[in-house]
Nanobody, 120 residues
Framework: QLVESGGGLVQAGGSLRLSCTAS????????MGWFRQAPEKGREFVAA????????YYSDSVKGRFTISRDNAKNTVYLQMNSLKPEDTAVYFC???????????????WGQGTQVTVSS
């Protein structure tokens, strides 16, 4: 099970840190990804990380503003979001899978999502 937290309402230019905590199994060997979905839009890749491979991967829209990290001891992955823009408004989901990928269908486990709203 994956549970996201840390969403909320923030003004443009502000920051939020999302957390995704896993339970029921250890995800240290999995690729962990963050996706988001705005109203009436498809689920969009944001960032992904594969521990032990030294690999992180960001969408162009968040590169330089968002940072993915993980704490395997806590079975938690984070998404630090800085310089937020109104277009970052969405429900943010974390996911776990075998592949470091930007493709939704490559992920096997999903959280329920946390709402991020950025006001202008």
């Amino acid at each position: 099970q994956l549970v996201e937290s840390g969403g909320g309402l923030v003004q443009a230019g502000g920051s939020l840190r999302l957390s995704c905590t896993a339970s029921g199994r250890t995800f240290s060997s999995y690729a962990m990804g963050w996706f988001r979905q705005a109203p009436e839009k498809g689920r969009e890749f944001v960032a992904a990380d594969r521990w032990g491979y030294g690999s992180t991967y960001y969408s162009d829209s968040v590169k330089g503003r968002f940072t993915i990290s993980r704490d395997n001891a806590k079975n938690t992955v984070y998404l630090q979001m800085n310089s937020l823009k109104p277009e970052d408004t969405a429900v943010y989901f974390c996911a776990a899978g075998q592949l470091l990928s930007a493709v939704v269908s490559d992920y096997d486990y999903w959280g329920q999502g946390t709402q991020v709203t950025v006001s202008s």
